[in-house]
């Protein structure tokens, strides 16, 4: 099956400062990719569609100039949390569609724990 | 936009026991997809399956898109099944997946 990678796995970062999540599509190209946020216990929060090559979508409800989604080839998008809170810490997921077979399955990366202290 | 209802919330197994999670969606789909998080947090893609009845090992899905529902069932379960369980779906081509909130499935040795 095809896979996403995502770096870091996991971050610690001081409230106040930037930090930036990759994913990787790494034997497929993907003009869309997608970003989840999931908070302990709960199921996957869509946050934003990012385009490659163009800007990204935003949910309802997820600031754009606190989430900042740039995705700058077929094979990479990156995720930057401006100015963190703690409220932000969670858990990211990205995910890319891939034809498997006749078919575009979803295939999601690892995961980045973010915690702001 | 679509709702996507999975039951139970939770399941408690003793190992060797066999259990079905359902899936409900409210409106037609494209595409359906149950996953398995990891206690590290990775989904695992188990099936694709936006109509009809597969299965892979211990595990088999059956989706009746006419009555918008699908089932995952697990035989003979082990430890090491445990985890989450979700179901995702995608309205359309080229869109994101919205999933339901998951049947937490712990399996006592």
């Known amino acids: 099956g095809a896979v996403v990678s995502q770096h870091p796995s996991w971050v610690i970062c001081k409230s106040g400062t930037s930090v930036k999540i990759e994913c990787r599509s790494l034997?497929?190209?993907?003009?869309?990719m997608f970003w989840y946020r999931q908070f302990p216990k709960q199921s996957l929060m869509l946050m934003a569609t990012?385009?490659?090559?163009?800007?990204?979508?935003?949910e309802q409800g997820v600031e754009k100039d606190k989430f900042l989604i740039n995705h700058a080839s077929l094979t990479l998008s990156t995720l930057t949390v401006t100015s963190a809170h703690p409220e932000d810490s969670s858990f990211y997921i990205c995910?890319?569609?891939?034809?498997?077979?006749?078919?575009?399955?979803?295939?999601f990366g690892p995961g980045t724990r973010l915690t702001v202290t | 936009g679509i709702q996507v209802e999975q039951s139970p919330p939770d399941l408690i197994l003793q190992e060797g026991a066999n259990s079905t999670l359902r899936c409900n969606f409210s409106?037609?789909?494209?595409?359906l997809q149950w996953f398995h998080q990891n206690p590290w947090g990775q989904l695992i893609n188990l099936f694709y399956?936006?109509?009809g009845t597969k299965q892979n090992g211990r595990l088999s899905a059956t989706t009746v898109a006419t009555e918008r529902y699908s089932l995952l069932y697990i035989s003979s379960s082990q430890t090491t099944d445990s985890g989450v369980y979700f179901c995702?779906?995608?309205?359309?081509?080229?869109?994101?997946?919205?999933f339901g909130a998951g049947t937490r499935l712990t399996v006592k040795p």
């Open positions: 995910s890319a569609r891939a034809l498997t077979g006749a078919n575009y399955e979803q295939y």
């Open positions: 034997d497929f190209q993907a003009t869309t």
């Open positions: 990012s385009n490659e090559g163009s800007k990204a979508t935003y």
């Open positions: 409106d037609s789909v494209n595409n």
């Open positions: 399956i936006p109509s």
């Open positions: 995702a779906v995608e309205l359309g081509g080229g869109n994101d997946m919205r």
